[in-house]
């Protein structure tokens, strides 16, 4: 059975606990659920939208050359590709971040 422990009894039980490294680490916890969070977004956001176009604008995304637009944007499938690619990255870090919790509280971050 897993004990799920809060900061301030970590600060207790760990041997070593450097307060500013697991303040920097708390937040840099929060970064990641924020980003995950804006991640879900973006994956309902392209689950929502269609190509609105069925011309030969429609697929791919509309592109500079295409239209002889200075800008482009990508299709919902790209978008949710990218989302998705970008979730895994953030499940990678934050398992990773979670390995190396007690190391990364007991000392002092780099610049």
Known sequence: MAINLGARDRVRTLPKVNRRALRRYGEF??????????????????????????????????????????????????????????HGSLRVMASSAKRWEAELVSREWRK
Request: aromatic content about 4%; overall charge positive.
């Open 29 to 86: 916890w929060r970064a990641l659920q924020l980003v995950g969070d804006a991640l879900a977004e973006a994956e309902k956001v392209a689950a929502k939208t269609t190509d609105a176009g069925k011309g030969k604008r429609a697929g791919k995304g509309v592109s500079a050359k295409t239209g002889g637009q200075h800008w482009s944007t990508a299709s919902p499938d790209e978008v949710s590709a990218s989302a998705k690619k970008a």
